[in-house]
């Protein structure tokens, strides 16, 4: 046999020929490059393993995949952009009593985690404003030209047309929800003005916009949205929580699980504004009634959700209670009070003969009002002069037959169903009333303590009026504290001290109460809960359907992995394990023909192997 010759390959230097017996021993690796090689291939196995393992936990768990994070959350800088294709766009038109407000939301695309909300902002502008429009009166007032509906609300649409992109109007959802102004409406009013809009909007405007999508929405759902908005700014619906942080152990509505969710706490919100007073919570917990009648009424005060986009997952499923109080405003409730002082003092008056608050000379005593700040209430008629003695605690005790409270469980004001408030492990935010009127004049707006507001309270009673208009007049109060705030503090204060304490039964202990106007320094309209409400199931066009999937059933989850990555894996392995082995089988069949040669018989294989330049190991 001839000699192979390979100085086309190697430089001068590297000159050397093999016969063919030699030529195995160079092209078969040894043990230490087989494990090399076999490392090699194992890792990369592993990474490809590990790529998919990440990508599969993320759709299973819920926690947040690292390569999506870019998409998952809208910047300071993203809200002002209409150029960036990856913005979504949603409009919600406030119909209130007073006027409209249209707000304009943006968000990105959603980041594929069916366990995550999208991360829904309010628009900005260039000058770094929020973008939103207000018109009055409100919509109730064209109860009788309900065919005006549309024209009113152009000047906002119009507005809002102006900032979402025109590419994107048709994907941008529209909402147009009503409320107290045109609930009070009789419904055939409601529904006329309502179809008007339903209409005429689709044909001047090329948003998403659907019948359902334009409604009067009731008292529990504007509370369930505010529950819902403060919420989502808060950041309470990220259950990823750290050590130290609040949480509480949920029993989620309708869930067939046994074990507890343990997940952030969640926020209650108190809301006085001048005609009702509000309060929502997350109810963590099975209720139970005293009665059937109780469950019956519960019923329309306790709401279950889902805010995630897939009914399967219960991460965010919640059980809120809602309710709305009327008359329990605090100028409705000086109302019903004036209301009570002219018919009582009328009645007595009759009854004993007196003249009691007929004349300036002969006032009525009210410890409601600053000291001795004069007041005249009610119609000519039965005009009544009132000056006041300023007595906190006695206010406090006179307003308390207005909460109509009862003696039954689980009530508060006017006797409603209240469920069991943990308040040990529990949060509160007070807006509105709540706010102003510890802020506005005591000056005491933040974290709340009942002993420190009820001194300064007393001792803003007792204050006489003239010096209280003294400090007014040298801007000692708040800006936008007017002459109606300083003559009526003292019995609001009175009115939010007994709704919170008596109608509310927060105990005088409590210190986990925020009274706020903005959270996160932002104003948080209910609008904002609506739409991530009614935007939830947006998500599932950027969620793999294998995500889903897996996220119905572990089982499942468990057997599409081991059929579409741990079977590849086998595979895998088994195909190595065969080259290793077949590699070895050369190895064993090179030394065996070696061993039937001699050096004397094979001089030419010394020789192959003699240069220097090109070890060769055995």
Not at 439 to 459: C, F, H, I, P, T
Request: hydrophobic fraction near 35%.
């Amino acid at each position: 046999m001839g000699r192979i010759g390979f100085s086309c390959l190697f430089p001068a230097s590297w000159h050397f020929s093999l016969s063919p017996q030699a030529l195995p021993r160079l092209l078969i690796p040894s043990l230490r490059q087989l494990l090399f090689i076999s490392l090699v291939l194992c890792l990369i196995g592993l990474f490809y393993m590990l790529l998919i393992a990440m990508k599969t936990h993320t759709s299973w768990t819920g926690e947040e995949n690292p390569f999506h994070r870019h998409l998952a959350r809208v910047t300071d800088l993203d809200e002002t952009d209409t150029s960036n294709p990856n913005l979504n766009y949603g409009l919600v038109v406030d119909c209130g009593s007073s006027g409209s407000r249209v707000f304009v939301y943006c968000w990105p695309r959603h980041n594929g985690n069916p366990r995550e909300l999208l991360d829904i902002r309010q628009m900005r502008d260039q000058n770094r404003k929020p973008v939103v429009m207000k018109i009055k009166p409100g919509i109730a007032e064209l109860a009788k030209t309900p065919e005006k509906a549309s024209d009113y609300i152009d000047p906002l649409l119009s507005f809002a047309a102006k900032h979402v992109p025109k590419h994107k109007h048709q994907e941008t959802p529209l909402y147009i929800l009503c409320t107290a102004g045109m609930r009070i409406l009789p419904e055939s009013q409601q529904e006329a003005i309502l179809e008007d809009l339903r209409t005429d909007i689709p044909v001047h405007f090329n948003f998403l916009f659907s019948d359902s999508h334009v409604e009067v929405i009731s008292g529990k759902q504007e509370g369930v949205y505010a529950w819902i908005g403060i919420n989502y700014v808060l950041g309470r619906f990220n259950h990823e929580h750290k050590d130290g942080e609040a949480v509480v152990e949920v029993h989620v509505p309708g869930s067939d699980q046994q074990e507890a969710l343990m997940r952030k706490r969640t926020a209650g919100v108190l809301d006085m504004g001048g005609v009702s007073t509000q309060i929502a919570y997350e109810v963590p917990n099975t209720v139970s009634f005293a009665s059937p009648q109780q469950e019956e009424v519960a019923k329309n005060l306790l709401a279950e959700f889902n805010l995630g986009c897939d009914a399967h997952v219960t991460d965010h499923v919640y059980r809120v209670y809602v309710s709305t109080f009327l008359g329990f405003g605090g100028n409705a409730a000086r109302q019903r009070y004036e209301e009570s002082l002219i018919r009582n003092t009328a009645a007595r008056n009759k009854l004993l003969g007196e003249h009691v608050g007929e004349t300036v000379e002969s006032p009525l005593l009210d410890p409601c009002l600053p000291s001795d700040l004069q007041d005249e209430i009610g119609p000519p008629t039965q005009r009544l002069h009132l000056r006041g003695t300023g007595d906190f605690d006695e206010c406090r005790q006179i307003l308390q037959p207005f909460l109509n409270r009862t003696n039954d469980t689980q009530t508060s004001l006017s006797g409603i169903y209240q469920p069991a408030i943990d308040y040990s492990n529990s949060q509160f935010y007070g807006f509105s009333e709540f706010y102003y009127c510890m802020e506005d004049v005591l000056r005491m707006g933040g974290d709340y303590n009942a002993s420190k507001y009820a001194q300064a309270a007393k001792g803003y009673c007792a204050t006489q009026w003239k010096t209280l208009k003294e400090r007014f007049d040298s801007g000692l109060y708040a800006s936008h504290a007017d002459f109606h705030r300083l003559k009526y503090q003292c019995f609001k204060s009175a009115w939010t001290y007994e709704v919170l304490h008596t109608g509310f039964s927060f105990p005088t202990t409590y210190k986990n109460l925020k009274t706020a106007l903005l959270v996160y320094d932002k104003e948080v309209q209910w609008t904002l809960g609506a739409i991530l409400y009614r935007t939830r199931f947006l998500p599932l066009r950027d969620i793999p359907q294998e995500s889903l999937k897996g996220a119905h059933s572990h089982w499942r989850h468990n057997f599409s992995f081991v059929n579409n990555h741990y079977l590849f894996l086998v595979c895998f392995f088994i195909v190595l394990l065969s080259i290793i082995l077949y590699l070895l089988r050369l190895r064993r069949i090179h030394r065996r023909v070696a061993q039937r040669y001699t050096p004397s018989s094979v001089p030419w294989l010394e020789e192959g192997l003699g240069s220097p330049s090109l070890p060769v190991d055995l």
